[in-house]
């Protein structure tokens, strides 16, 4: 019987797990279904339909021996989800040396225009971080004229010499270029590596 919660956390490990092939209806649930049987744990689902695809993702969190059981069982995912199915356990994050132990984050919304992710991540990167997770997600803003806006949130790590002043003005000019707002700032975000 799957564990009803997990609080042993020092005895976990993780695994990312992806399903990819035709959509169908049940496609997410196969693959809970699939992690519960093994006592594992959901962190993190992604999913999203491409025409008749799908992408399913999953970052799964259970005891090392239910892991190595969900590896040697995912041929049955693949067979029940018709699915190419991958399945990656992970070791314990690791701060890479010169980073500081803290996550910090911020979010935007901004018009959407090409390249805008290109210009993000190179300015994270001209700063020196480390993206450690990142979402963004496109919406069309009803109304009288339609408006396509863009949000993104970053979770990095920083460098031990950061300039937090000069990465702020230039993420303040970035947004205002593109028409946004800053819905968060850059700070410390609460959590481990594995949960943002």
């Known amino acids: 019987m799957p564990n009803q919660a997990i609080t042993k956390t020092d005895e976990m490990q993780h695994a990312a ?5 035709p959509d169908m209806p049940g496609l997410l649930r196969l693959g809970a279904r699939f992690v519960a049987e093994h006592n594992g744990n959901i962190d993190k689902d992604i ?12 970052s799964v969190t259970a005891e090392p021996p239910d892991i190595s059981q969900m590896g040697k069982d995912i041929d049955r995912l693949k067979k029940a989800s018709r699915c190419g ?15 500081k132990e803290d996550l910090y984050g911020f979010d935007i919304v901004t018009d959407d225009a090409v390249g805008i992710i290109a210009e993000l991540t190179g300015l994270v990167a001209d700063f020196g971080m480390m993206v450690v997770g990142h979402t963004g997600e496109r919406r069309v803003i009803p109304g009288p004229v339609p408006k396509v806006q863009g949000g993104q949130k970053y979770v990095v790590m920083l460098p031990f010499e950061f300039d937090h002043i000069g990465f702020t003005n230039a ?24 949960w943002w």
């Open 17 to 21: 797990m992806w399903l990819i092939g």
């Open 85 to 99: 199915v991958v399945f990656q356990p992970m070791r314990e994050p690791t701060v890479p040396g010169g980073f």
């Open 171 to 194: 993420l303040t000019a970035l947004v205002k270029k593109h028409n946004g707002i800053m819905k968060t700032p850059l700070r410390t975000v609460p959590g481990l590596l594995w």
């Open 47 to 58: 999913a999203d339909k491409f025409g008749e695809k799908a992408v399913v993702f999953m």
